[in-house]
């Protein structure tokens, strides 16, 4: 583990109320004044006084919030499963970020600086998990996926034994879809910047428990499953010098997740799951034995079925993800081969035209071009015979204040011509030195892409 955070200062409503009550008995000053007085004085002295509920001492139960917690702290004596659910779902849309609702965030904050994250677990380890009984559990982990949005909260639910309970619930409750959407939804709100709480559910083996929802609810779109698996393999918490996501990923593709993911790939178009497979299924290629291994399993034709789907259904979403799922795949030698043998290069070109008009889509064309034809004179050879010169130019001159897509393309010019000399003539002869210097002089985030392009294009004024 690394060094924590800084610290940051912090209050409790009860220190603050007493503070504003210090105010008013002691300097003589009328509740607004001293209230601001507070309030300032805190602020001023970097304390954090999110989820403070900033009022009169004697008023702060008139917050919404605050009376929702006393209520469900009524209930957790006297335990009343309907109440109790319904006390929940008022939680869940006081802290709902909805049109109607601008309050959501500041009311997430005064809920877990009050303790509903310790109530939440509290009244589910105590409410039987039985059938029948779902409706309190599902009400309180809807809220509690709002109330899990910093590491003092995710802290707070994992000393409470949260990871514990929630897998519990999901193990009793594997044939319902709307309690494993809630309950995968926590897994995700609870391990994001978090590295403890991610190896807490890794050592309760989430892992194969989500395996067993997949093979149960193939394509059922349970986004929140795989929402779940991207956040436990993405290395977020700055707490922590060396994450531990890596070796995750890897166990995720030896137990038979990446597999189960190419099965989702496998179905096309017409799978609800298809886009939240495509970029879990990214996460988990960490490594060139897992590409290979989505190779051999049929993942590079199921990409490429999808990408010519995508293009004859004008499915924008899909044609991305997949492409940049690809492009992942061919950080493989071998992948690389095998989907320029496929016809590949070609079905990224026919896609590019028709998504000509979208530089969101021809900007993760031109990555996958530049992964295709990186340390690979042959693939860059049948790049520029399938149409990638003519791709960059055209696309650079119809899109010129589309700054990432200009930085893509010149760094796909770039590995088209480092080891091609022929190539350099042909994008020379054709005009793309212009539409090069202009990004490079349009686009900060181009120029050093653009000066490499101009420098591997054997231009002596590169750095002009």
């Known amino acids: 583990m690394g060094p924590p955070k800084t610290t940051v200062r912090t209050i409790s409503q009860e220190a603050f109320e007493e503070l504003v009550k210090e105010n008013i008995d002691d300097l003589g000053m009328d509740p607004t004044e001293a209230l601001q007085d507070a309030i300032q004085t805190l602020s001023l002295q970097g304390v954090d006084l999110s989820g403070i509920v900033t009022c009169v001492p004697g008023e702060t139960n008139a917050n919404p919030v605050i009376e929702c917690l006393d209520r469900l702290r009524h209930l957790h004596v006297e335990p009343n499963q309907n109440e109790i659910a319904q006390a929940f779902n008022t939680l869940h849309e006081l802290c709902t970020d909805a049109d109607s609702n601008s309050n959501a965030n500041l009311n997430a904050a005064i809920a877990t600086k009050n303790g509903a994250v310790e109530l939440a677990c509290s009244l589910c380890s105590k409410i039987p998990r039985a059938a029948g009984s779902n409706l309190p559990h599902l009400s309180a982990l809807n809220a509690l996926a709002l109330l899990l949005h910093d590491v003092q909260s995710t802290g707070m639910f994992q000393r409470c034994d949260g990871p514990s309970i929630v897998i519990g619930f999901l193990i009793d409750n ?122 051999e399993k049929g993942g590079i034709d199921a990409v490429l079925r999808c990408i010519d789907d995508s293009g004859e259904q004008g499915n924008k979403a899909v044609a991305k993800v997949c492409c940049s799922l690809l492009s992942k795949l061919a950080g493989s030698d071998m992948n690389k081969s095998a989907i320029v043998g496929k016809g590949g290069m070609d079905k990224l070109i026919k896609l590019s035209a028709r998504f000509a008009d979208d ?106």
């Open 359 to 464: 530089p969101s889509v021809l900007q993760e064309i031109m990555s996958i071009i530049s992964v295709l034809s990186l340390r690979s004179p042959e693939n860059a050879a049948h790049a520029i015979e399938a149409g990638a010169g003519d791709l960059a130019i055209q696309a650079m001159q119809k899109f010129p204040a589309a700054h990432q897509m200009q930085r893509n393309s010149c760094l796909m010019i770039r590995n088209l011509v480092v080891r091609n000399p022929e190539n350099r003539t042909i994008l020379l002869n054709n005009g793309i030195e212009k539409y090069i210097r202009k990004a490079k002089q349009t686009h900060s985030n181009c120029k050093d892409a653009a000066t490499d392009a101009l420098r591997d294009l054997g231009l002596d004024n590169y750095n002009l």
């Open 174 to 295: 594997k044939q319902n879809v709307e309690v494993l959407s809630g309950g995968f939804r926590i897994v995700a709100s609870a391990a994001t910047g978090d590295e403890i709480v991610k190896e807490s559910f890794m050592e309760l083996k989430v892992d194969e428990l989500i395996l067993e929802i997949m093979t149960l609810h193939r394509n059922k779109g349970i986004q929140s499953l795989y929402d779940a698996i991207r956040v436990l393999l993405t290395p977020d918490d700055n707490r922590v010098v060396a994450s531990q996501v890596y070796g995750y990923a890897r166990k995720f593709a030896k137990i038979g997740i990446a597999e189960a993911l190419v099965d989702s790939l496998s179905t096309g178009l017409s799978s609800p799951d298809l886009v939240s497979a495509c970029t879990t299924l990214k996460a988990i290629a960490v490594n060139d034995e897992i590409c290979k291994s989505v190779a």
